[in-house]
Every structure is written in C-alpha cells, then in structure tokens.
C-alpha cells in the first residue's frame, strides 16, 4: 500500500497543478488514503456544478466509488470540463464504453501529463466528461508538476440559455440516455495520439502492459511496439495491428474487437 499512497498522493498534487478545483471521492482504497467526507455521486454532482461555472474540475475516484457514480456521470452536464481521474484495480473499460464516455490510459508519467492536458482541454470543448484510467502500472514520482492552472473568472451559466429545462431531471436523462462520443474525438483526437515504437507488424500494449513491455524492447525489435492514450475509442482505422499485450479485456490476437 505505500508504493500505491505515495503515487495517489502524487496524481493529487499534479492535478491540483493543472485544474481549478479537484475532488476526492472513491470507497475503500481512497479511504486508506484521504479522509473522504462526501461520496461518489455527490461529489460528481458538486464537480457539474463548478464546471456549470466555466471551471476545469478534476474528480480523483477509485475504481469501486467510479461504478458508484456512473448514474450522476452519465447525466452530467458540461460547460468548464470535468476529468474523472480512476485508480483502477479492476478493469473500468467496458463501463467507458457503454456509458459512451472517453478514457484515456496513460502508461508512464510523461503520457500522464499528456493525458491531463488532453482530457482538461478537450472536455470542455466536446462538453463531455472525460475518463483517465490509473493503476498500479504507473510509477509517478515527485518530478510530476502538472501543466498549470488556467486562470480565470468563474462565470455561471455560460451559453445555457438556449436550452430550456436545463435543470430538469427527466429532460436531462433522456437528452444523455444515447450519449455519443464526437467524431472529432474517434477520428482526431485517438488518431493524434499514439506513439509507436520500431517497424514492422503492429502490437499494442495497454497502459498496465508498458511496465512489463519497456524492459524487453530488444525482444520485439521486430515490431512496431503501439502505445495509444485514447482506451475509449481505440483508434482502429488508423493502426495497422495484428497483436494485442494486455493484462485483461483486450483480444490477444487478430486485431480489433
């Protein structure tokens, strides 16, 4: 639990470097580490409202309090931007996918921030919450500073008046009940960020693989070793891969799923 608390600890000091507010959430890991006094689902809704603000909001969440939280998530409503960032144990992916959210994975700290940048930008623009997947993969240390605050006014209710019943519960399920993810995100944003390694057949390796993976580049000298931050969506008509290296929930040959 120590290797795990400091890098928690460390992905709380970065991203109170880079978003006007974060809070904190989760059950039993995030527990351990904070002292947790609002649950997932208030906590999400308080985010909703300081991004009505015009403010980047990061949620720092684990992966049992992010399940707890999907119903608020998946009617949220964003104008700042909203990042839910998950230490995840288990495997969060298909719940991205069903709820039409993206989810970034970063695999080292660099990509990391990358991810922050990312996720706090492109929120506000499409006006969706973002998802970045952590886990015990990643190895942050005290270099990781974030990228800045932007600083500004927090102005309420930016470009809501157009739409009528905005606060209105039943108007706001059914206008998120078949969420998509923008065109813009599936053949840009996931396109723009990948990074390949070497040349020759494909094989992407997930976040939590990288660790394992870095270490024997010389043996897959003959391959093109495939790293994409974007998890959800898989930017699959961009890359040319016949392998996958994932701990779980990936096919391990033949290509996309």
């Given at each position: ?8 600890l460390?992905?709380a000091?970065?991203?109170r470097?880079s978003?006007?507010d ?9 527990n351990?580490?904070?002292t947790?006094k ?8 308080e985010?909703e409202t300081?991004?009505s ?6 949620v720092?969440i684990d992966d049992l309090?992010f399940?707890?939280s999907?119903g608020?998530l998946s009617i949220?409503r964003?104008r700042g931007?909203?990042v ?10 298909p719940?991205c ?8 994975e970063?695999?080292d ?5 990358k ?6 930008d492109?929120?506000e623009?499409f006006?969706?919450?973002y998802?970045?997947r952590l886990?015990?993969?990643l190895?942050?240390g005290?270099?990781l500073?974030?990228i800045?605050?932007k600083?500004?006014?927090?102005t309420f ?7 009528p019943?905005?606060w209105?519960?039943?108007?706001r ?20 960020n ?6 020759g057949d ?5 976040g939590?693989?990288?660790?394992f993976?870095?270490?024997?580049l010389?043996?897959?000298s003959?391959?093109?070793?495939v ?7 898989l930017?699959r ?11 779980g929930?990936l ?7």
């Amino acid at each position: 639990m120590h290797d795990i608390r400091s890098s928690i600890l460390g992905i709380a000091d970065a991203l109170r470097n880079s978003f006007n507010d974060v809070l904190i959430t989760g059950s039993y890991l995030m527990n351990k580490v904070f002292t947790i006094k609002v649950g997932p689902e208030g906590t999400i809704n308080e985010a909703e409202t300081l991004s009505s603000m015009f403010k980047d909001v990061a949620v720092l969440i684990d992966d049992l309090g992010f399940l707890n939280s999907l119903g608020s998530l998946s009617i949220a409503r964003i104008r700042g931007s909203l990042v839910v960032f998950v230490y995840d144990i288990h495997d969060i992916r298909p719940f991205c996918e069903l709820t039409g959210l993206p989810c970034l994975e970063p695999w080292d700290q660099e990509s990391l921030v990358k991810a922050i940048k990312e996720s706090r930008d492109y929120s506000e623009a499409f006006e969706l919450p973002y998802i970045v997947r952590l886990g015990p993969w990643l190895s942050v240390g005290e270099g990781l500073s974030g990228i800045g605050v932007k600083r500004r006014e927090a102005t309420f209710n930016k470009n809501w008046g157009g739409e009528p019943m905005r606060w209105g519960g039943l108007n706001r399920l059914l206008s998120n009940i078949r969420r998509r993810i923008p065109e813009e995100v599936g053949g840009v944003r996931s396109r723009d960020n990948i990074t390949v390694i070497g040349k020759g057949d494909g094989v992407l390796v997930s976040g939590p693989a990288w660790s394992f993976i870095k270490e024997r580049l010389d043996k897959v000298s003959n391959y093109s070793v495939v790293l994409s931050l974007y998890i959800n969506p898989l930017p699959r008509d961009f890359i040319n891969v016949k392998y996958v290296v994932d701990p779980g929930g990936l096919p391990s040959e033949g290509g996309w799923r």
